[in-house]
């Protein structure tokens, strides 16, 4: 039976939601809701699917949704989620919402509460842990290859010239930064951070602290290190993480693509330099989108999803932890 499915603000990144599962054979898009109308009614055009107006309009003309994308964008990228999924979890519709969860952390934990006491699966478009290379590198560490893991080195890189607060840049670019290191080394236990902000290329000076340092201890004893920024990237390379462990050490490299395995015995290396996927950016979302359906199909229960509301909302934690140890020069342990 396949599951009918909506999306939630229909703008560029809604668009890619829309076309992914309009390419799902296990799903029918049957509606588009984007507060602006002629956005709505094109994307229904495009898509064939309904248009809506406003998630209440949509919720009280009974149409069956089994799962709907919200995809709005708002304050630091983040600030108009909170309404739509709420009223979507009220209504007991299964949520795959945008990053960062929220830009405010209160708001991120009612949605994450409300989904938890209603027994929702809620998910989050943390695309980065479900490319094919992420996934492998992921089971070499369950597998046990690495040993006892040790260290976590992340870098994250783009050139963005937008800034719309002095934290745009780690609430909107980091929530996938520090979903690939919890996803590797598990939850933070403590935050150190130190930041400056830059320069453009074209020689503005920001308003954003827009590269960052940001020391983190785990709670399993693992030690790690962000390098973000969004005065780099370009020529200078893409996303990079390095963990390494008693018995081997991975590095992937170029937004979760190339994937290198090193022995700490031997010379010898194991690399990927392709493994599906995951070449243009939109790919990215057909994993994990990909990986929604099939949890919805399976109907997996709400605590098992993959890339999970909570999974959001513990990396909100470690920015805001990030930002008040920078402000208050000191170490941040989150709670
Ligand atoms: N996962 C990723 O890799 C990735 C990459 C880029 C952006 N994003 C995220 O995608 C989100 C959307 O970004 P975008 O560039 O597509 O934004 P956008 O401004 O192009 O689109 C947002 C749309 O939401 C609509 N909207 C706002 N409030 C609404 C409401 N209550 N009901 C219905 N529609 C509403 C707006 O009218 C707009 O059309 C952001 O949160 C951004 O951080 C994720």
Not at 17 to 43: F, Q, R, S, T
Request: proline share 3%; with cysteine.
């Amino acid at each position: 039976m396949t599951l009918k499915v909506g999306v939630v603000g229909v703008g560029n990144i809604g668009s890619i939601h829309a076309d992914v599962y309009k390419n799902n054979a296990k799903v029918e898009l049957v509606a588009v809701c984007d507060i602006n109308k002629e956005k709505a009614d094109a994307a229904a055009k495009k898509f064939g699917a309904r248009a809506f107006y406003s998630v209440q309009e949509m919720l009280d003309s009974g149409i069956q949704l089994d799962g709907c994308s919200v995809a709005t964008r708002g304050e630091e990228n983040g600030g108009e989620h909170y309404q739509p999924t709420i009223e979507l979890l009220n209504a007991g519709i299964p949520v795959l919402g945008e990053k960062p969860i929220s830009n405010v952390v209160e708001e991120a934990e009612e949605m994450v509460a409300l989904a938890q006491s209603k027994h929702i699966p809620y998910g989050v478009n943390l695309n980065h842990r479900f490319t094919p290379a992420a996934l492998r590198a992921r089971q070499w560490i369950d597998d046990g290859r690495l040993g006892k893991l040790h260290m976590i080195n992340m870098r994250m890189w783009i050139n963005n010239p937008v800034e719309t607060s002095p934290w745009f840049h780690l609430r909107a670019l980091h929530p996938h930064s520090f979903d690939v290191m919890r996803y590797f080394c598990g939850d933070v236990k403590s935050v150190a951070a130190f930041m400056n902000k830059g320069r453009t290329i074209a020689g503005q000076d920001r308003v954003t602290w827009s590269n960052a340092q940001v020391a983190l201890q785990f709670e399993n004893g693992v030690v790690g290190n962000l390098t973000g920024s969004y005065d780099a990237g370009g020529g200078f390379g893409l996303e990079f993480c390095d963990v390494s462990g008693s018995q081997g050490r991975f590095l992937l490299e170029e937004a979760c693509e190339k994937l290198t395995f090193y022995r700490r015995d031997s010379i010898e290396t194991e690399s990927y330099g392709y493994l599906g996927g995951m070449r243009a950016f939109p790919e990215t979302f057909k994993s994990r989108i990909g990986a929604w359906v099939d949890q919805l199909d399976a109907k997996t229960p709400w605590d098992k999803i993959n890339g999970s509301g909570r999974d959001a909302l513990q990396v909100q934690k470690i920015i805001e932890a990030a930002i008040r140890s920078f402000e208050t020069h000191s170490v941040v342990d989150i709670k």
